[in-house]
């Protein structure tokens, strides 16, 4: 099991930048996928990137040379840089990191951080 706590989130205009921290309960050294979703108001909540144990990253098209995905395995934390923020990024972010139990992958949750970008 793995608690994960989101934090960096909150208002910036368009053009700006934030960077979300993801930090585990527990070592994430052996964890292999890590990642970050997002959703919107009325919209279902969307795949942003991901990053293995190894450090592969996987980004969605919309983010794809804006945001940058990363982990510290030595801090427990999983963070995302987000520059040239546009208003549509605005969502409540959430990350999650993978556990395996019995042959079953089991994907935890953090709380989420509201990211709101102003035009």
């Known amino acids: 099991q793995v608690q994960l706590v989101e934090s960096g989130g909150g208002l910036v205009q368009a053009g700006g930048s934030l960077r979300l921290s993801c930090a585990a309960s527990r070592s994430i050294f052996s964890l292999n996928n890590m990642g970050w979703y997002r959703q919107a108001p009325g919209n279902q909540r969307e795949l942003v990137a991901t990053?293995?144990?190894?450090?592969?990253?996987n980004y969605a098209s919309s983010v794809k040379g804006r945001f940058t995905i990363s982990r510290d395995n030595t801090k427990n934390i999983m963070y995302m840089q987000m520059n040239s923020l546009e208003p549509e990024d605005t969502a409540v972010y959430y990350c999650?990191?993978?556990?395996?139990?019995?042959?079953?992958?089991?994907?935890?949750w953090g709380q989420g951080t509201q990211v709101t970008v102003s035009s």
């Open positions: 999650t990191a993978e556990t395996y139990s019995g042959g079953d992958t089991i994907i935890h």
């Open positions: 990053i293995t144990r190894l450090g592969s990253r």
